[in-house]
Structure formats: structure tokens, C-alpha cells
């Protein structure tokens, strides 16, 4: 057996605090971490898997001390850029430099294979008003997507896929793993409770969640973004997204990788209190329900 980690929505190198579904302190980011570091001591996963909002703010100056935080926890690691990295070409700039040890081609999505498993890193692009696509956010997101995400919308650009399906055919491995910072799917229906901020799928998920189910090495689908835990199953593949480390539950996930099977875990962290202090009350269901929060994937 051998094992990796999920991580997602980080926010570091920020301070503010907030509410989203329960309260969001990217204040308690410093003391996580470091609870975060002794605890992969412990469970050693070969790498790291980084969905997304790594940084919170648009400076590069963010984006260079969130990759220090990373760094510190003293694992190899992959990173993507989610909406708080990746909205405009200047950003991308400023992400391709930071990871540039840590990514192939110095691009923004790649693949890479570790032990018989394919893994895909996607960067979706932002959807405008017009319908049209672009990896430039509307005038002002970054600033505003601080406080809210209305009328933001996503989408994987027909370039990516169309590289996805390629790099499916072609790679030599039995598995694959796609991860995205959006999901690819909506939330399932258990969480849509009233007052509950759903911060939005790919516009353009289900149709590709589709086109991949016709490839049976396709697994796993790892999103982030939501901040919450979910896990569907939607023709033959996983889609496990994970809530986000400044916001109850405060957990990540651990996938054991067996000979014939995948388990999925979901782990809090070793000290209770990060979670105490961001509950609010009436909202402990964003940590999922049993089935959202394990999975075991037969090979
Ligand atoms: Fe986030
Ligand atoms: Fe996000």
C-alpha cells in the first residue's frame, strides 16, 4: 500500500476572516499548517495533491509566501490554481513562476504519473456574461470574489480536453485521476438546505464527466472549491471534492492505494480546535454525510 493527500483551498498568506458556510479564518492558517505538517509526519503519503485557492490575495507577493507555506510542509506536491490564483494571464504568470520546480512544461495543466497512476491537473477558464470563454476574469473578480461568488461561472476550454482525451489514449498507465479545482458536478441535493453558498461547478462538467466515463482507467475526479465534503458516483467515476483547510471541518483526504483498490478517507486534523472555532451552528453538514466522507474504488 501506499498512499497520497489531498489538500484544498489553503487561502494562505492572508488574514482575513469571514463567514461562508461556517466561519472562514484564514487568520488560524500559520498554527494549521503547522498541525497539518506533524500530522502527514505521521501518515508519510508519497505526495501531495494542492486543488486550488492556495493564495487568497492578488499580489505576487501572496502568491510567493502561500508557496512558502506549501513548501514547509515538507512534502513533494503538486499545485493548481482555483479562481483566488488563477484569474487573468498575470496571475498565471505569477503561479508558473512560484511552481515552476514543481511543474511540468512550466504550464498551469499537466499530467504526471506516479506508480501506475495517470493524474491530469486541469485549469479551467473563467465563463463572461456572453457566453464566451477566457482566462481572464470580468473586471474587478479577483477583488471581488473576496467577499462573494455571484455570477462567477467556469468551464474546461476545449483546448484541455481535447488534451485529456488525447493523453487518455495515449499514456501506458492502468488508472487515471483528473483533478479540477471546480467540480465537475453540482452538489448533491443533501446540502442544498436553505442558506447554504454553493460556490458553483463547470459549466461544461457533466458533459465531459460523460465523455470520460467511456475510458475505465478514469477513476477519480479531486475538486476542491466548494468547501465541503462530497463524494458522487456518476457512470463508473468517483467525484471526491473536499472541504477547504480555514473552514469547518478543516480535514483533508488521504487516498490508500492497494493493488486492486483505492480508499478514500476523510481525516481531521489532529487538533480539534480549528474545527470548534469555524463550526457555526446548524452547519456541521458541510463535512458530508458517511458516503460523502468514504469510498472505497474497486480496480
Ligand atoms: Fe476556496
Ligand atoms: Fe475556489
Known sequence: MWRFVHITDPHL???RDGVWNNRFLCSMMPEVMACLKRDLQRLQPEFLIVSGDIVS???EEAV???R???ESLGFPYYPLGGNHDCYSLESRKWFTDAYAHRLPDSKTYYSFAHKNIRFFALDPWWVHNDGSLSPEADKNA???QQTNLNNMRWALPEEQFLWLIKELERTAEKTACAVS???????PDRFRRPGYKFGGNLDNGKKISRELAAFPKMK???SGHIHTNSIQRFQGIYHVTTSALPEYPVEFRIVDVYRNRWEIKTQALSDSSFA???LRPGHSYTAGTTRDRQATIYL
Open 57 to 59: 490575495h492578488n499580489t
Open 64 to 66: 510567493l509566501q502561500a
Open 142 to 144: 479577483a477583488k471581488r
Open 220 to 222: 477519480m475526479v479531486l
Open 13 to 15: 498568506a492572508s488574514e
Open 68 to 70: 512558502d507555506a506549501i
Open 276 to 278: 470548534e472555532r469555524s
Open 181 to 187: 479545482h471546480y467540480p465537475f458536478l453540482p452538489v
